[in-house]
């Protein structure tokens, strides 16, 4: 199995900065794509960033300018920097990452236990 562990949440107030990073361990051969994902209360879950292994990054309009993803392929890991934080940007933050357990696997979604954000005004 596999366990994807966030961390690095919390409160902050506008403007202020915060990291999450997001471990990825267990029976892994290779992980291809890795995100972040949030859900604020009465909201859908959203994509927030995505990263391929080769590195190409995509994000929402939302964020753009203001949060990076990156990610360690030898360490398994996915980091999300996030600056010029705002009230709106307030949820839980879900890590996302597509792996594979063997050479012949298919390709298997797994997600976090998510990581509380708050901004405060």
């Known amino acids: 199995q596999v366990q994807l562990v966030e961390s690095g949440g919390g409160l902050v107030q506008a403007g202020g900065s915060l990291r999450l990073s997001c471990a990825a361990s267990g029976s892994i051969f290779r992980i291809n794509a890795m995100g972040w994902y949030r859900q604020a209360p009465g909201n859908e879950r959203e994509l927030v960033a995505t990263i391929t292994r080769g590195g190409s990054t995509n994000y929402a309009d939302s964020v753009k300018g203001r949060f990076t993803i990156s990610r360690e392929n030898a360490k398994n890991t996915v980091s999300l920097q996030m600056n010029s934080l705002k009230p709106e940007d307030t949820a839980v933050y879900y890590c996302?990452?597509?792996?594979?357990?063997?050479?012949?696997?298919?390709?298997?979604?797994?997600w976090g236990q998510g990581t509380q954000v708050t901004v405060s005004s």
């Open positions: 996302n990452a597509d792996i594979l357990h063997g050479l012949l696997s298919r390709e298997y979604h797994y």
